[in-house]
């Protein structure tokens, strides 16, 4: 078997478990909110499975500010940020598989243009903005082969200071209605 053929049959591999994790996802997304009970480890584990799904999205940024509003928000965002970014892996996987995931079109030529010029920045930009859009940005990452590491690191900070935003948010809704 030739490289590129191993090549082409990896890519389909890690393209198929993609959509066997979103696929599980969605049938299971009623028991989701179960892992709450488990504090922290709960929140990573609740936003890596919420970030995990490609294009469809499932409210991830809801149960951070949520849990913001019972546990410390600091920790709920850190531990929600690096699920995250840990769960956008599906996307990047996805765009590295295959190039052909995303459709071509302006706006997805001017994406693959800022990630060719500023990819760090971008991906950190867009992982902070809420937006079911950054599992294109993943996808592109992916698909331009973007070092993994720098995806994750990037993502991570992103994710982080926008789940901050949600926790502390939780926490302050919480203050205004003591019990």
């Known amino acids: 078997m030739s490289p590129e053929t191993r090549k082409k049959i990896f890519r389909a591999l890690i393209l198929v478990f993609v959509v066997s994790i979103t696929i599980i996802i969605l049938i299971n997304r009623e028991r989701i909110g179960e892992l709450k009970v488990v504090g922290y480890p709960g929140m990573f584990l609740i936003s890596i499975i919420a970030n995990a799904t490609i294009i469809i999205p499932i409210p991830g940024v809801l149960i951070t500010s949520a849990m913001g509003a019972v546990f410390n928000p600091f920790w709920v965002a850190v531990a ?18 295959g190039q052909g995931v995303v459709e071509r079109s302006d706006w997805h030529d001017r994406l693959v243009s800022w990630m060719r010029r500023y990819g760090d920045v971008t991906i950190l930009v867009l992982a902070f903005i ?37 926790a502390y948010g939780g926490s302050t809704i919480l203050g205004l209605f003591p019990q």
């Open 130 to 166: 809420p937006n079911p859009a950054f599992d294109v940005a993943g996808i592109t990452a992916g698909m331009l082969k973007m070092p993994w590491y720098r995806y994750l690191i990037w993502s991570a900070i992103g994710k982080m200071l926008k789940m901050a935003i949600f």
């Open 80 to 97: 929600a940020g690096c699920g995250a970014a840990i769960g956008e892996l599906t996307g990047y996987l996805a765009g590295y598989s």
